[in-house]
T-cell receptor, first 116, second 113 residues
Framework: EAGVAQSPRYKIIEKRQSVAFWCNPISGHATLYWYQQILGQGPKLLIQFQNNGVVDDSQLPKDRFSAERLKGVDSTLKIQPAKLEDSAVYLC??????????????FGPGTRLTVL | AQSVTQLGSHVSVSEGALVLLRCNYSSSVPPYLFWYVQYPNQGLQLLLKYTTGATLVKGINGFEAEFKKSETSFHLTKPSAHMSDAAEYFCAVSPNRDDKIIFGKGTRLHILP
C-alpha cells in the first residue's frame, strides 16, 4: 500500500513570494490533515478535510494561507505572501475513517519550507 | 487547556541501555494518548496508543508505555536501546471526543555506541 505522498520535499523562497504544496493521501482515506511543524516544536494542525469539505480550519492564518481538496482526494496548501515565520515543515496526514477518536493518522514525509 | 509536556528535548542513552522518554498530559476528558516516532527526513509513524482498557500498551519495535492516571503520565520505555532507535519521539493527546490530537514538542533520542 502506497503511503502519503508530498511534493516538493524542499522549497526555498523569498519573503512575499507565493508557494504551494501538494499532498496525495492514501487511497480511500476520507480524512486529510495539514500540519505545520516549526523547528523544535510538535506538529500543529492547520486544516482538516473530510472528503472535500473543511472540518476545521480554526488554526489556519486565512489572510495568507489557503487549502483545497478537490474531488476529495489530492490537496494543495498555498501560502501567499510568505513571511519569515512560515519557515517550517508542512506535513500532510490522512486517516481512513470519519472523525473517530483514536484514529491513527498516516503521515507523509513533509515539505521543508525556508523563507529568506 | 489540554496539553502535553515532554520532559527533555534531548535524551542520550547507550546502546543496550533502558530507554525512558517522559510525557505528562492534561485533559478534561478521559484521554486517548499516543506516541509517534519521526525518523530523519520521514513523516511521523504511530508507535502505540492508549484508548481504554489495559494501561500497559505495547507497540512496535519493542516499545511500550504505561498510562498512569494518578500521575497524568504516559512514559515510553524500551528495555534495550538499538542504534536504529535514534529518532524524534512525540507524545500526543486526544483531548476531545473527536479525532484531533495535540502533539508535545518532541524528544530527540540519541543512541551512544
Amino acid at each position: 500500500e502506497a503511503g502519503v505522498a508530498q511534493s516538493p520535499r524542499y522549497k526555498i523562497i523569498e519573503k512575499r513570494q507565493s508557494v504551494a504544496f501538494w499532498c496525495n493521501p492514501i487511497s480511500g482515506h476520507a480524512t486529510l490533515y495539514w500540519y505545520q511543524q516549526i523547528l523544535g516544536q510538535g506538529p500543529k494542525l492547520l486544516i482538516q478535510f473530510q472528503n472535500n469539505g473543511v472540518v476545521d480550519d480554526s488554526q489556519l492564518p486565512k489572510d495568507r494561507f489557503s487549502a483545497e481538496r478537490l474531488k476529495g482526494v489530492d490537496s494543495t496548501l498555498k501560502i501567499q505572501p510568505a513571511k519569515l515565520e512560515d519557515s517550517a515543515v508542512y506535513l500532510c496526514a490522512s486517516s481512513p475513517t470519519a472523525r473517530t477518536r483514536g484514529n491513527e493518522q498516516f503521515f507523509g514525509p513533509g515539505t521543508r519550507l525556508t523563507v529568506l | 487547556a489540554q496539553s502535553v509536556t515532554q520532559l527533555g528535548s534531548h535524551v542520550s542513552v547507550s546502546e543496550g541501555a533502558l530507554v525512558l522518554l517522559r510525557c505528562n498530559y492534561s485533559s478534561s476528558v478521559p484521554p486517548y494518548l499516543f506516541w509517534y516516532v519521526q525518523y530523519p527526513n520521514q513523516g511521523l509513524q504511530l508507535l502505540l496508543k492508549y484508548t481504554t482498557g489495559a494501561t500497559l500498551v505495547k507497540g512496535i519495535n519493542g516499545f511500550e508505555a504505561e498510562f498512569k492516571k494518578s500521575e497524568t503520565s504516559f512514559h515510553l520505555t524500551k528495555p534495550s536501546a538499538h542504534m536504529s532507535d535514534a529518532a524524534e519521539y512525540f507524545c500526543a493527546v486526544s483531548p476531545n471526543r473527536d479525532d484531533k490530537i495535540i502533539f508535545g514538542k518532541g524528544t530527540r533520542l540519541h543512541i551512544l555506541p
